[in-house]
């Protein structure tokens, strides 16, 4: 899974069935998700380990058996620990097409009118086991699995319906729609420019913060300092590149954004736990 554009724009699936399916463990190149968002809605089952996941400014701890939810537009990220996990990415207009009765539930859902729980943990055993009903389904692929799949989505809307697992008319204050607008308005410049230097003043200026303020204001939405965060997200374009193409580790240094080839192994090692080369072998 390549959370590269932080507003993620890539077709999911095919016309007729818009869902993608991942598997994600340590050998995965994107293991870590840094912050995005996408038009599409996300479900993640947690296999193994723990799953630490920031969503707009809650954060919560998946556990194995955890099941996370998460909604169009909304900033997230995660941090996986010994984990493997996996997600299907899918497009919610979907659901309108099938059943004319169910429409004006599942429409409910875009129009934001409900918010379905982020977070179910294992415990929850009804959505565990049709979500589990689910992945098996989009993981193993047997024939008719689109029509499993597909009832099985249905069946977990309704569970959660019937059994309230949602807010209704959920709002968000003025002003935290707009901390999210400015995080995501300096995550676009960071996607758009972390091939170039970028500066603390260059980010701070994007919101018209101070230096010292906006560091404050990126600390509590993201837990990284900028430089830190901008570091992250070039480390993860680097990984991409060693796995994909022949570019020397200075050449991919370079291009992504770190003018010092040591600095760039000693950060890339920080966060990796081997050096590039290791990495790519």
Known sequence: MQYFEYNE???????????????????????IMPYHWHIEYEIIRILEGTFTISLDEQEF??????ILFI??????????????????????NTFLTHHTICRKLIQNIIDHSILIHHYFPKSNTQIHEIVWHMFDAFSKQPVGYQLSGIGEFYHFFGTVYSNGLYLTNPKQ?????KRIMQIKSVMEFIES???????????????HMSPKYFCR??????????ISYVNSYRIER??????????SVTEIAFSCGFNDTSYFIKQFKLQKSVTPKQYAK
Request: net charge negative; aromatic share 12%.
């Open 217 to 226: 204001f990126f600390y509590e939405m993201t837990r990284q300092t900028p």
């Open 71 to 92: 909604g169009d537009g909304i900033l997230h990220a995660g941090m996986p620990q010994d984990c493997v996990y996996e997600c299907i990415v899918f497009d919610m």
């Open 173 to 177: 204050t003025p002003q935290d729609h």
């Open 238 to 247: 680097a990984c991409h590149q060693l796995l994909t193409t022949d570019l």
């Open 193 to 207: 420019s972390y091939a170039s230097t970028i500066t603390l003043e260059e980010l701070s200026g994007i919101v």
């Open 9 to 31: 724009k890539k077709k999911r699936g095919t016309t007729d069935f818009p869902f993608d399916f991942y598997h994600i463990d340590e050998q995965h190149p994107q293991y």
């Open 61 to 66: 701890i998946a556990h194995p058996g955890d």
